[in-house]
């Protein structure tokens, strides 16, 4: 089970730190990433991170500006996203990958949170 929490309404250029709790099994044994759907558009990678917390990749959009990470003492997987932009506003999902290596391709994941809804005003 994973469940997300930290979204909510922020002006461009601030920040927010999103965080996925997930159950020990889940965390011990799989990569993570996150995911964002915009009103409208289909869903997108937006970062992702290896079991080992040793890997990290970023969509090109959000590279710089948002940083995942792993806690494992907390079970728990982090987007911190500063200098947000309107184009950030979506619904964000964290999903737990299959095996210890994360990937772009949402059919690598096979768990996914309800999403946490971030909006960006100007």
């Known amino acids: 089970q994973l469940v997300e929490s930290g979204g909510g309404l922020v002006q461009a250029g601030g920040s927010l730190r999103l965080a996925c709790r997930a159950s020990?099994?889940?965390?011990?044994?799989?990569?993570m990433g996150w995911f964002r759907r915009a009103p409208g558009k289909e869903r997108e990678f937006v970062a992702g991170?290896?079991?080992?917390?040793?890997?990290?990749s970023y969509a090109n959009s959000v590279k710089g500006r948002f940083t995942i990470s792993r806690d494992r003492v907390k079970n728990t997987m982090y987007l911190q996203m500063n200098n947000l932009e309107i184009e950030d506003t979506a619904d964000y999902y964290c999903?737990?990958?299959?095996?210890?290596?994360?990937?772009?391709?949402?059919?690598?994941?096979?768990?996914w949170g309800q999403g946490t809804q971030v909006t960006v005003s100007s």
């Open positions: 999903a737990a990958a299959r095996g210890s290596l994360d990937s772009n391709d949402p059919s690598f994941y096979r768990s």
């Open positions: 020990g099994r889940t965390f011990s044994n799989n990569a």
């Open positions: 991170i290896s079991l080992n917390g040793g890997r990290q």
